[in-house]
């Protein structure tokens, strides 16, 4: 499984930015996807999840309202769209992947990963 993530950058506060996360390698029917992210020094946490087969989401209630993730499975890509960005948005967001149907949201349950991509939300 390989997971390419995309579309971090640098925008102000109160903008918006669509982080793209095309996946390949295997069919992805049964799979729980996530993005994560991580600022320097911390933990990488939770951010949101959608179960690919059934279309649950997930969101951290620090995003939630503000960010939506979405798949478009003719082209094995998850999406996550944030707006209204903050400064405290500021981190390398990771996409990941878990072999289960039925989303777990800890990140040990993600057995794949992809490289970050950097959003900064400059105040």
């Known amino acids: 499984v390989q997971l390419q993530a995309s579309g971090g950058g640098l925008v102000q506060t109160g903008g918006s930015l669509r982080l793209s996360c095309a996946a390949s390698?295997?069919?992805?029917?049964?799979?729980?996807m996530g993005w994560f992210r991580q600022t320097p020094g911390k933990e990488r946490e939770f951010v949101s999840a959608i179960s690919w087969s059934g279309g649950s989401t997930y969101y951290a209630d620090s995003v939630k309202g503000r960010f939506t993730i979405s798949t478009r499975n003719a082209k094995n890509t998850v999406y996550l769209q944030m707006n209204s960005l903050k400064p405290e948005d500021t981190a390398v967001y990771y996409c990941a992947a878990a072999i289960r149907s039925a989303c777990i949201l800890r990140r040990g349950e993600f057995s794949y990963w992809g490289q970050g991509t950097q959003v900064t939300v400059s105040s």
């Open positions: 390698g295997r069919t992805f029917n049964n799979y729980c």
